[in-house]
T-cell receptor, first 111, second 111 residues
């Protein structure tokens, strides 16, 4: 079993829809939880970062962490075609310098 | 501010040939990472440097892979000899604290 599991998709939704992306993990020592966005032929870029359970909001993006269920989510409101990308969850234990990535979910927003 | 620079962007070689990738991190970032990203997967850490010191190379296949970071700035990752299974995107990232900034990667194809 992988330490981090992520549905690879692809996920296709119409513009304006709410998108929900999820990851599960098995290592209860993880304390740092991140979401990265990766456009085609580009490197990943950090979207959201949290080290506690609960919700964190940044504009149209909300990251949710449930440590009791070992489950993290990323919600995108009012999705735009420019949000079309691969979204990677990532987790670390003692610091954010050693992180484990999920396999990524490919998201497509239809105009 | 310039981002992480990597070269070349693309490389095609025949198996058993050597290949080298170069990375110039963001100025002032003392931590440098090399990752490998296979198609449809998340990045996997190969090696992490703190300044000139390789502090985590546990996932680096040392029989054929080598890396160096001279003067704690630029870094080179080498594969010799390359195998078919080495085809992947090789990503370099750098960080000052928690957030890792990724370069665009080098796409390696081994024929």
């Amino acid at each position: 079993q992988k330490e981090v599991e992520q549905d690879p998709g692809p996920l296709s939704v119409p513009e304006g829809a709410i998108v929900s992306l999820n990851c599960t993990y098995s290592n209860s020592a993880f304390q740092y939880f991140m979401w990265y966005r990766q456009y085609s032929r580009k490197g990943p870029e950090l979207l959201m970062y949290t080290y506690s359970s609960g919700n964190k909001e940044d504009g149209r993006f909300t990251a949710q962490v449930d440590k009791s269920s070992k489950y993290i989510s990323l919600f995108i409101r009012d999705s735009q075609p420019s949000d079309s990308a691969t979204y990677l969850c990532a987790m670390g234990n003692s610091s954010a310098s050693k992180i484990i990535f999920g396999s990524g979910t490919r998201l497509s927003i239809r105009p | 501010e310039a981002g992480v620079v990597q070269s070349p962007r693309y490389k095609i070689i025949e198996k058993k040939q050597p290949v080298a990738f170069w990375c110039n991190p963001i100025s002032g970032h003392n931590t440098l990472y090399w990752y490998r990203q296979n198609l449809g997967q998340g990045p996997e850490l190969l090696i992490r440097y703190e300044n000139e010191e390789a502090v985590d190379d546990s996932q680096l296949p040392k029989d054929r892979f080598s890396a160096e970071r001279l003067k704690g700035v630029d870094s080179t990752l080498k594969i010799q000899p390359a195998e078919l299974g080495d085809s992947a995107v090789y990503l370099c990232a750098s960080s000052l604290r928690d957030e890792q900034f990724f370069g665009p990667g080098t796409r390696l194809t081994v024929l």
